[in-house]
């Protein structure tokens, strides 16, 4: 009995990241999911979905939603991500000036998601794009 | 009033709405921020464990069907002593030539005893708001849990941010517990010792009533601004002979005297503050501020009205002009201004040690969602789904004719069980196409949500060629 959901990425698009998140988050909130399980999934996808505002040309996003967890794919066209245990260390980030400037970038974001996911798988082909499974075990706890 | 499954009193409110008054215009279910007001038979009906006590109905109601409750003021005369606790956006209603020690006269001639100002209090939520920010596991931003409409609305639509709220009490009720102390000091017991406040706005009264992570209140009842602005108001100007008193030289200091103005509370914290008013920017900044897209904040100042307490809807005067009017008092007041009360009162510093020990709120903060169908996760999941096949077929308009304030908010009445979907006028119409439906049962339904009198003709209405109220 899982729902699906789609939503569209632009890059470069800040002015409307984080609609997905809020879309979720409300949902989340409709099931009577604990505070601390939304907020790692809100991290999570809010963190994917800049990154593809950040760094990709475009991409979508597909959640999958049932009573016990909730799968977020986030598949980009976009440059593609060389070295994926580099991407993934605290503090890398290959965002521009400009988008450090507005507050990302930081370098925190796949750390982050990594932290608060029970399930991440990151693929990647450079010049292609980049793709992100999350997986989110709703009864869970805080991490 | 209808009531949502979950439970019920869980707020106690404030604010009521007269069914013999009320003409179900939906105005009011239009401005609710949290979605709280439906229309049934002609009159709007609060659902109660959504409302947050902000007002904003109350403002928007054309012909003052909703009233906000306030204790009988004769109340005050069970107490020997009866202290009337003000707020300074009182005395910044009125003219400048009007005095403080003029106000207070007039409170003294209606039977306080003492008449205190609430900023006062403000002295010890400085030091208090530092200790917290000193404590670096708490998280960031610290929301100021001053204003009590923002702390409900946290409770019902961002539970994530409870942990944010700081769990200190308001300048008001460090002033009561203060006034409490002084009195029983000089011999009074507790149960001689009346406290009113004289409050701004609804939100206030529902969190004496019922605070929130609180067990009791230092506070006995609260008496309405707008009745204390009228009675002196009318004192002033037929020129009653006042017991003369010349306490309160403004003895509150230039900072806490605008505690209560929009940014009044975050100039005085430490560190990087942001000071947001007005219910909607409000909602809209935590609703970011819970998708994690902000950081570097260390305090947060939420007020549910523009202009903080100058814009309680229980004031009769502009906002702006009141605001105005106490940030040049502000000004003129010489820095760290402590003119002494003339009853020879300690100043409220002298109890520092006391009310310090009081200020922290002690009981968990409890979430409260809204959002929640049900408490049965797979039963949520149906009521979700279900919800969703609905909202293919609304129209998406919004228009209210439903008498729920959104097709979404219908969609997620029906699946409660709280609404039908031929309450949409959209679907009646087509289902009358396809003679499912007949225009007798449509007529029907559209007078069991909006009564019978909006469809007979009404000359008195405003607007129209009898005007009268």
Known sequence: MAMNFEYRVEGGDFTHAGYASSQVKKMLKQLGVESTVIKRVVVCLYEAEVNIVAHAWNGVIIITLDADNILMKLTDNGPGIADIELAMQKGYSTASPEVREMGFGAGMGLPNISANADRFVITSEPGRGTSLEITINLNGNAV | ?469
């Open chain 2, 1 to 469: 009033m209808l009531s949502d499954r979950t439970g019920k009193g869980f707020f106690h409110h404030a604010l009521t709405i007269r069914e013999d008054i009320c003409n179900g215009c939906s105005l009011c279910m239009r401005v609710c921020p949290t979605g709280a007001l439906r229309i049934r038979d002609g009159k709007a009906r609060l659902i109660e464990d959504r409302c947050v006590d902000c007002g904003e109905c109350f403002r928007s109601c054309p012909v003052h069907a909703i009233i906000i409750e306030q204790d009988d003021f004769s109340r005050i005369f069970d107490y020997k002593h009866r202290v009337a606790l003000v707020p300074a956006v009182l005395h910044g209603q009125f003219r400048h030539e009007v005095s403080m020690s003029e106000i207070s006269a007039v409170l003294k001639s209606l039977g306080f005893t003492w008449v205190y100002e609430v900023e006062h209090g403000a002295e010890i939520l400085k030091p208090a708001i530092d200790e917290l920010m000193n404590v670096r596991t708490l998280p960031r931003p610290l929301i100021s849990s001053y204003c009590p409409a923002v702390v409900r609305l946290i409770q019902v639509r961002f539970p994530a941010l409870i942990r944010n709220l700081a769990t200190l009490k308001a300048p008001l009720e460090m002033a009561a517990f203060y006034c409490r102390r002084v009195l029983r000091d000089r011999g009074a017991h507790n149960a001689e010792i009346g406290v009113f406040y004289v409050t701004p706005c609804a939100a206030k009264i529902a969190a004496v009533k019922s605070p929130v992570g609180e067990e009791s209140t230092p506070i006995t009842g609260v008496i309405n601004m707008d009745f204390i602005f009228n009675r002196i108001n009318r004192t002033l100007r037929n020129k009653v002979e006042l017991p003369h008193g010349d306490d309160h030289a403004y003895s509150v200091d230039q900072d806490t005297l605008v505690w209560s103005l929009t940014t009044g509370e975050a100039s005085c914290v430490n560190g990087r503050t942001l000071a947001i008013d007005g219910i909607n920017n409000v909602t809209e900044f935590l609703e970011q501020l819970e998708n994690d897209g902000i950081t570097g904040i260390d305090y947060l100042e939420l007020r549910a009205c523009d202009e903080g307490c100058a814009g309680g809807v229980l004031l009769s005067s502009n906002r702006f002009l009141v605001a105005e009017r106490l940030r040049n008092k502000a000004r003129n007041l010489k820095p760290g201004n402590r003119a002494a009360d003339s009853d020879d009162l300690p100043d409220i510093d002298a109890y520092h040690d006391y009310l310090m020990n009081k200020v922290r709120i002690t009981d968990d903060i409890k979430p409260r969602s809204m959002y929640r169908l049900s408490g049965d996760r797979d039963e949520a999941m149906r009521m979700m789904k279900r919800s969703r096949r609905l909202m293919c077929w609304l129209p998406g308009t919004d228009c209210g004719l439903c008498g729920a304030p959104s097709c979404q908010a219908l969609a997620e009445d029906i699946v409660r069980r709280r609404g039908d979907i031929s309450q949409c006028v959209f679907i009646r119409e087509s289902n009358m196409e396809k003679d499912l439906m007949d225009r007798e049962r449509s007529n029907e339904i559209m007078r069991r949500i909006w009564g019978d009198n909006n469809f007979t003709k009404n000359c008195n209405k405003k607007g129209a060629e009898n005007e009268s109220n």
